[in-house]
C-alpha cells in the first residue's frame, strides 16, 4: 500500500513537474469548446417546431400535415417531457401545442412556446403558421378569430454550447486516460525505468496501482476544471443547478479515466516501443472521436456505423456526462451506459492482463 | 582467503527459440570477493546476470544466493542483492533524493539518502533531477541506489562503459571501497584491465560457455608457461596513464 502510495505520489509530481503536459491537457479542449461553442457549429441546421398533438383528430391532423409541407422547417410530434429536453439542448426551436378539444370552430386556440433567445425563429414559425391555418380555413369556413397564441419561458436551453461540453469533457478523459499512460509508460520501458523497478522487489501490480491512482486523480482535476471553464466563458449551466449533478459527473468522469488508463496500459504494455504504440493509440482514439457523440448526435451517421459508434467506450461516457451536465440525470438511471463502461473495463483488463510485456 | 560460498550456479541454462544464451554453466563466488564475468559483447554475461538477479527466469539449472533460491523465492533474493543494471534509468522529474527514498520504501528500509549519495560523491547534486546527469554520475546514482537495502551481494554490469577515464578511476575507487565493506561483488565488464585491477577471481564466456575460471594473475601465468609472449615489450605506463597524467584525476562533469 505504501509502495503504490509513493508511486502514486511520485507520479504526480512528475506530472506537475512537465507544466506542459497539464497546460496541454486542458489547452485543446478549452479551445475545442469554445471555438465551437461560440461559434454555434450545431446551429446551422433548418428551424425545428416540436408539435404536441393532444388532439389527434382529423384537424389537428390536417394543420400538422400542412405545416410539415413547409421545406424550411422541420416538424417533429412528440411529448411535452421529451420537448423538454429537447429545448434544453437546443434541438427544438420552438413547441406548438394543439389542445385535445381543437377542431376548427370552437375557438379554441392553438400555442406556441419558445423561449427568449429563440424569439426571432419563433416569429417566422408564427407567420407561417398563421398562413397555413389561413388557407385551410378559407377551405372550410370564414371564421376569422386569432388562433394562434404565442407563450415567452424563460431560457433555460444551452444550445450547442451545453450539448459541447460535456462531450470535449469526455474526449479529454480519453485522450488524457490513453495517451498520458501511453506516452510516460513507453518512455519507462524503453529507458530501462521499469526493468530497474523489476530488480527490486515490489510487484508490477503496486506500479500499476500507483500509476493509476494518480491519474485518476488528475483527470478528475481536468474534469472539473474544464467544467469550470464551460459555466465562466460559455456560461453553461451544470445540472440545471443541481449540486447533485456534480457528484453524477465524477461517477462518470472515475468510470470512463479507469476505462481509458486501463486502455492506456493494454496498449503500453503490449507495445515494444513508441513506434507501435503511437499508431495503436490513434487507431483506437480516433473513430471514436466522430463516431461517439462528441460534437455532434450521431444520429446523422449511417445505421450500421451509428450502431457501431453507440458501443464504442467512449459513447456510454459522453452519454452519461451529457446526461449529468445538462439535466442532472441520476446515475441510478443511467444503468445501461455505467454497464457498457464497466463491460469495456473488464474487456480492456483482460487483453491488458494478457499482453502485457515488462520490456 | 577462506571464507563461505554465497552464490552458487548449478548447469545454468537459458534458452531463445533457436538460440542458446547461457549454455549449462556452474561456477560458484565466495563471500567478500569480486568475482569478474569477461566476454565478448553477446557472450551471455548480462543474461547470466539478470538470472541471478531474478529479472530473467532460466530453461533449465540452478542458482543459489545465499541459501534461497532465486527462481523459486525471487522476492526474497531481491530483497538482499544490490542490483546496477546496464541499460536502466530512473524517473526523470525526481530529484536525486528523492529516487533514493523512493527506492528506500521499495526496500521497506529506513535511509538518510544525503549520506548514501554523499558515498558516491553526488553530494552536490542532491535536488537536481536524474536526466541532465552525466553518465559517471548516473552509474554512481545507479551504486547509491543498489546499496540501499545494505545487499549481502552487489551486481555491477559494465559499470563503466562509456566513462572517460577519470569517471573510471573513480567508480574503480568506489568498488573497492565497497568491497573493503565485506560485501560480494559480481562484475560483468569487457575491460580486461579493469578486471585485472579489480577481481579476486574472474571467469572468461564466450558463446554462453564457461571457458576458464581463476584469479587474473593465475590465468597470466597459465599464458605464459604456455609458452605465450607479448608483441610489444610491456612498459611501465600506459597511453592513459599520459592521459590521466596530463589531465588530472579530479571528476569532471561530463
Known sequence: MKIALIIALAT??????????????????????????????????????????????????ELIKAISEKKYIKTEINTREIFDKKVLEGKIDSVLVIPDNYNHNNGVKITLEFEESKEIIAYSFEDT???VIKIIDSENTDNDTQKLSTKIK?????????FLVPGIVSLAIMQSGILGVVFTLISYKSQGVLRRLQATPISSAHFLIGQLASRLLIITIQTVLLFIIGILVLNINIGQG????????????????????????????????EDYAAPIANLIT???????????????????????????????LVTGMRESSLYGTNTLDLLPEVGLIILWIIVCFIIGIKTFKWE | ??????????????????????NEIDFSVNEGEIFGLLGPNGAGKTTTVEILEGIRTQTSGEAIIDGINVSKDTKKVKQIIGVQLQQAAFFDKLTLVEIVDMFGVFYSVKIDAKSILEKVELQDKFGSFYKPLSGGQKQRLSIAVALINDPKVLFLDEPTTGLDPQARR????????????GKTIIL??????EAEELCDRVAIIDTGKIISIDTPNNLILELLNSGFKGEHKIKDANLEDVFLNLTGKNLRED
Open chain 1, 286 to 316: 480516433f473513430p471514436m472521436m466522430f463516431l461517439s457523440g462528441v460534437f455532434f448526435e450521431n444520429d446523422v451517421l449511417p445505421y450500421w456505423i451509428k450502431i457501431i459508434g453507440q458501443n464504442l467506450p467512449l459513447s456510454p
Open chain 2, 188 to 193: 560483468t565488464t569487457h575491460y580486461m584491465e
Open chain 1, 242 to 273: 443541481s449540486i447533485l449533478a456534480w457528484v453524477n459527473i465524477l461517477i462518470f468522469s472515475l468510470l470512463g479515466s479507469v476505462l481509458f488508463l486501463i486502455i492506456g496500459l493494454a496498449i503500453s504494455g503490449a507495445s515494444p516501443n
Open chain 1, 154 to 162: 424563460n431560457n433555460s436551453n444551452q444550445g450547442y454550447k451545453g
Open chain 2, 170 to 181: 573513480n567508480m574503480w575507487k568506489l568498488i573497492k571501497d565497497i568491497r573493503s565493506e
Open chain 1, 129 to 131: 403558421i398563421n398562413s
Open chain 2, 1 to 22: 582467503m577462506t571464507s563461505r560460498e554465497i552464490i552458487r550456479v548449478e548447469k545454468l541454462l537459458k534458452k531463445y527459440e533457436d538460440f542458446i544464451a547461457v
Open chain 1, 12 to 61: 504526480m509530481k512528475m506530472y506537475f513537474r512537465r507544466s506542459q503536459s497539464f497546460f496541454w491537457s486542458l489547452f485543446f479542449p478549452v479551445v475545442l469548446m469554445i471555438g465551437l461553442g461560440f461559434y454555434g457549429f450545431g446551429e446551422f441546421s433548418p428551424s425545428k417546431l416540436g408539435i404536441i398533438d393532444g388532439a389527434e383528430n382529423q384537424y389537428s391532423k
